[in-house]
């Protein structure tokens, strides 16, 4: 499933689980290559796949585009949540470029709205690749102290009082971590989930990944958290790795998610039946089936009908060679007693298209295929004749 979307409150670790992810998979992907590569079995069919990590920090999007305080923003602004729509469409337009089944996404953000996350999972749907959520479990408390241990720093980087002591002062104390845009550097009880020898945890730096939010922001996005549902389709499969998981546990769950993505049991992902176009004809395109056999009737009229008028003309039920129909079920024609021009059966013709351009009163059929026109379009012709004589 090669999109994973990895949700959480904010400062919850997400984005140091992210990484140790990204080291992960990348790891697996290599290793994955270089024993397709060396095997010598002509039919092994495992693919590559290319890794991409998407975040707000990728994208330049700041933390102020979630901020719906009346002092930043006036009322109406606020209503529309403009900002955060934007940003929302960047991150959505980052993934629909580069997904698909050879390509394993990994979206880093809050991602904490469910109609967010099944417009993600309708995406990869749509390209015939499959999704899995990633929740990062933390307690509130600590994630606060996170946030509110990144607001202290901010605070004395901008008096000019020992930004770099202070981040010392703040990772030594054990209670608060630190990490990357959402965490967890040197607290974390000791654990940082180390899932491989690559660097799967990267020195953290304090620029835009420690950007913190305003506390009355970090309260508004806590309260606005929609925590994801393994039982509804768009959150399934889920997986959950909480703040003091350790090495081994994060391997486990790192280890499931790699089998839900490329392992050998997963699922194929069909299109949403919903939104597929009903197969109304397996030899093209339903309109232009209508046309060409509608239009192939009205020639074989004009060839076969006597000079006097009137009379039957035999139509075969596929459109083939002449002889080439049903036996004994060729449809009939009963023509008026006069003859019958092009520009009357063009008027028939038009008339039938348009009372069945949209397949209207066929739908019991099932498929509408080019014999069942061929048959209704005669019937029509039938009756019309009819009145007309």
Not at 287 to 306: G, M, N, P
Request: with cysteine.
């Amino acid at each position: 499933m090669p999109l994973i979307i990895i949700t959480g409150l904010p400062t919850s670790g997400k984005t140091t689980r992210a990484r140790q992810l990204h080291a992960y998979l990348s790891s697996r992907i290599a290793s994955s290559s270089s024993s397709t590569s060396q095997s010598s079995q002509p039919n092994n069919t495992q693919p590559s796949y290319r890794l991409h990590l998407i975040s707000d920090t990728t994208l330049s999007i700041p933390r102020t585009v979630y901020d719906l305080s009346p002092s930043q923003l006036p009322a109406h602004v606020r209503s529309a949540n403009a900002s955060e729509k934007d940003a929302r469409a960047a991150a959505y337009a980052a993934v629909k470029r580069v997904l698909s089944p050879r390509d394993i996404v990994i979206l880093d953000g809050l991602n904490y709205i469910k109609g967010w996350r099944y417009q993600l999972f309708c995406e990869a749907k749509n390209v015939r690749t499959g999704s899995c959520v990633l929740q990062i479990g933390a307690r509130g408390e600590r994630a606060r102290g996170v946030n509110e241990a990144r607001l202290e720093r901010r605070r004395r980087r901008l008096e000019g009082d020992g930004g770099a002591d202070g981040d010392g002062d703040m990772r030594g104390r054990g209670g608060v971590a630190d990490g990357g845009n959402d965490e967890q550097e040197g607290g974390n009880n000791g654990h940082q989930g180390k899932v491989s020898q690559e660097g799967a945890t990267q020195e953290q730096t304090d620029d835009d990944d420690d950007e913190p939010y305003e506390p009355a922001n970090w309260d508004n996005l806590v309260f606005r958290y929609e925590e994801p549902n393994p039982m509804t389709r768009w959150d399934s499969p889920l997986f959950t790795l909480i703040w003091d998981d350790d090495e081994t546990q994060t391997r486990a769950v790192f280890d499931q998610i790699w089998d839900a993505i490329a392992g050998e049991g997963r699922k194929a992902v069909k299109p949403n039946q919903s939104t597929v176009q009903r197969d109304k004809d397996p030899g093209g395109d339903y309109l232009y089936v209508l046309e060409r056999e509608t239009q192939d009737i009205v020639k074989k009229i004009l060839e076969r009908q006597s000079d006097e008028g009137g009379g039957e003309v035999s139509l075969p039920r596929v459109n083939n060679s002449p002889g080439e129909g049903r036996a004994g079920g060729d449809l009939v024609v009963e023509l008026p007693g006069k003859k019958v021009g092009l520009p009357q059966l063009q008027r028939y013709r038009r008339a039938f298209v348009a009372l069945n351009r949209g397949g209207i009163g066929l739908e019991a059929v099932g498929k509408l295929a080019a014999e069942r026109l061929r048959e209704s379009f005669v019937g029509y012709l039938n009756d019309a004749f009819e009145k007309d004589g």
